[in-house]
């Protein structure tokens, strides 16, 4: 009784080839399907590894905004920021000093500040120097060229803080 059912199909050839040709065909379509698979393994890999460096990069933005819109040291114009900047390294305060700088810069000019050998010759050159100031087209870039007899020595370059409205210094 099981069997009556097939029984019914026995005699029918061209069932079994459907059959067949339908088995033939789920038969490669899961191979092609497994063999898609095997070869993009490494794509999808790579594609898991740049999500996971762009929610890093997203994230190192988040942190770098946030810093930027606490930041509210410096000065409304690039010369104050510049004076006050003067006026830290003369105090040989130089945490305060290095605050003046870009938020992401600040430890590291902090570092520099602390294994400055004469400080007093750099101050020297931001005080007496004859200075330039240019505006860049993209109004948020300040530079300040320091001259002594013509000849340019340095120069400082601002950046415009737009969350806190101040300038403050770039290191290179």
């Known amino acids: 009784m099981k069997y009556d059912f097939l029984e019914g199909f026995s005699g029918k050839w061209w069932v079994w080839l459907i059959a067949v040709v339908i088995g033939a065909w789920a038969a490669l379509f899961v191979a092609n399907y497994y063999q898609s698979w095997k070869v993009e393994a490494p794509y999808r890999a790579q594609d898991r590894e740049l999500r996971d460096s762009l929610k890093a990069l997203e994230k190192e933005g988040e942190r770098i905004t946030n810093l930027y819109k606490n930041d509210t ?24 000093a290095s605050k003046y700088f870009l938020p992401e810069q600040q430890e590291e000019q902090f570092s520099v500040f602390l294994k400055m050998k004469r400080p007093e010759f750099y101050i020297n050159i931001l005080k007496t120097y004859e200075q330039q100031g240019a505006l860049f087209p993209d109004g948020t870039t300040y530079e300040i060229d320091f001259f002594k007899d013509g000849q340019q020595f340095h120069f400082e370059r601002f950046i415009f803080n737009e969350y806190t409205k101040v300038w403050k210094l770039k290191d290179f």
């Open 73 to 96: 040291y410096g000065g409304t114009t690039p010369e104050e920021t510049l004076q006050l900047f003067i006026t830290a390294m003369e105090e040989e305060d130089y945490e305060l």
